[in-house]
C-alpha cells in the first residue's frame, strides 16, 4: 500500500509515517526541509521536498498513492500574521485534495482538531457538538474541514476527517512543561484544577488514522480519536507526580492576574515577532474543558485505545529522562 503522509516532520505525522513505514507500508512524506528527516529516510520513508502552495510538489507527492494522510498544518506561533493559518490551514486543503482527485487517490484522510468544539459544557460530547473555534488556528482548521467537504463533493474523492484530542508520548514537546514542572515541583495550577482534560497517546491515534485510511464504507465521515480515560487537570497532575515518584503539587492561584498579563505579554511581543513568555491560550488550559465520546470511532472503525493513560505517562516520562528533557 503506498500512502503519503504531510506533516510527516511534526511529532504526530512523524511517528504515522515511521510506524506505517515499519509495518510495511510504502510510506511517502511531503517535506520542505528534507535535512530534518533523517529519521524518517532511516525508517525508509521516501521524501519528496516541496511545499503545501506548490502544485508541482502535491502532483509528485500524490502520484500513486492509495491514501493521501494530511497532517501538515500552521500551529500556534508568535507572529504567524492569520493570511498564513488561511494559506495552509485552509486553502492547501483544498489544493491537495485536488491534486489526490486528479491522480485518483481512492481516499484522503484529513486531520482536523477537537479544538473546532470550543469549551465543552457539558462533556463529554461527540462529533456533533457544537462548534466554537476561540482563536485564528481552530477557526482554520474550523474552515479547512468545510472546504474538505466541499472538495470531496464536488471531485468524488473519498474523505475522512479525523479531530484528535490532546496529543502526548515520546517526543511530544506540547505538554512537556506540564511533565517537567511536576517533576521539578515548579508545576502551579491556575483556578480549582476541576476541569476536564482529556490525552490521546500517540500510538493509539496512529492507529486510529490508519484505522481512518483502511476501513471500507465510511467516506463522508467524522471522527474523534482520544484516549479511553478522561480526567479532571488535579487528578492528571497526581498521576505524574505518582509516576515520577515525587509529591504532587498543590499551589493553586487565581485566573483572571495571569490572563490579564498574557494579553499584555501578546499585546508587546507579537507585533515585534517575539515569542511571549505567556499566552492568554496558555491561561485558557486551565480554565476550559475538554472531554469527548469515541463511541463512533468505537463502533464504525473498531477503535480500542490500547495504552492506558498511567501506562502512557510512564512510557512518556522514560522517554522524556532519556532524552534529558525533564
Known amino acids: 500500500m503506498q500512502v503519503l503522509v504531510t506533516g510527516a516532520t511534526g ?3 512523524g511517528h504515522l509515517a515511521r510506524t506505517l513505514a515499519g509495518h510495511g507500508y510504502r510510506v511517502r512524506g511531503l517535506v520542505r526541509q528534507p535535512d530534518r528527516a533523517g529519521d524518517l529516510v532511516a525508517a525508509g520513508v521516501e521524501l519528496v521536498t516541496g511545499d503545501l502552495s506548490d502544485p508541482a510538489s ?6 500513486d498513492c492509495d491514501v493521501v494522510y494530511h497532517l501538515a498544518a500552521a500551529y500556534r506561533q508568535a507572529g504567524i ?15 491537495l485534495m485536488q491534486a489526490a482527485a486528479d491522480a485518483g487517490v481512492p481516499r484522503f484522510v484529513h486531520c482536523s482538531t477537537v479544538g473546532v468544539h470550543g469549551d465543552i459544557e457539558r462533556p463529554p460530547v461527540g ?56 517533576v521539578r515541583g515548579r508545576f502551579v ?4 484544577g476541576d476541569i476536564y482534560y482529556h490525552l490521546t ?4 491515534l496512529v492507529e486510529g488514522f490508519r484505522l481512518c485510511g483502511e476501513t471500507p464504507g465510511i467516506a463522508g465521515r467524522t471522527y474523534i480519536l482520544a484516549g479511553g480515560e478522561v480526567t479532571s487537570l488535579n487528578e492528571l497532575v497526581r498521576l505524574i507526580a505518582d509516576e515520577a515518584g515525587v509529591a504532587p503539587p498543590r499551589l493553586h492561584l487565581p485566573v483572571w492576574p495571569f490572563w490579564l498579563i498574557g494579553a499584555a505579554c501578546e499585546a508587546v511581543c507579537v507585533p515585534l515577532r517575539v515569542e511571549p513568555p505567556l499566552y492568554r491560550r496558555r491561561v485558557d488550559f486551565f480554565t476550559k474543558s475538554r472531554a469527548f465520546d469515541i463511541s463512533r470511532a468505537r463502533q464504525a472503525l473498531g477503535y480500542a485505545p490500547a495504552v492506558g493513560l498511567r501506562e502512557g505517562i510512564r512510557r512518556t516520562l522514560d ?5 534529558g528533557w525533564l
Open 11 to 13: 511529532f504526530t505525522g
Open 127 to 182: 462529533e456533533d457538538a457544537p462548534f466554537r473555534p476561540g482563536d485564528v488556528y481552530q477557526q482554520t482548521k474550523l474552515a479547512g474541514e468545510a472546504l474538505a467537504r466541499e472538495t470531496a463533493a464536488r471531485t468524488g474523492l473519498d474523505l475522512v476527517i479525523v479531530r484528535p484530542t490532546g496529543i502526548y508520548g515520546p517526543g511530544d514537546r506540547r505538554l512537556l512543561k506540564l511533565f517537567r514542572g511536576v
Open 189 to 192: 495550577t491556575l483556578g480549582r
Open 58 to 63: 502535491l502532483r509528485r507527492a500524490v502520484a
Open 81 to 95: 500574521p492569520p493570511s498564513v493559518y488561511r494559506a495552509v490551514n485552509t486553502e492547501a486543503v483544498g489544493a
Open 201 to 204: 497517546y500517540i500510538d493509539d
Open 319 to 323: 522517554w522524556y529522562g532519556q532524552a
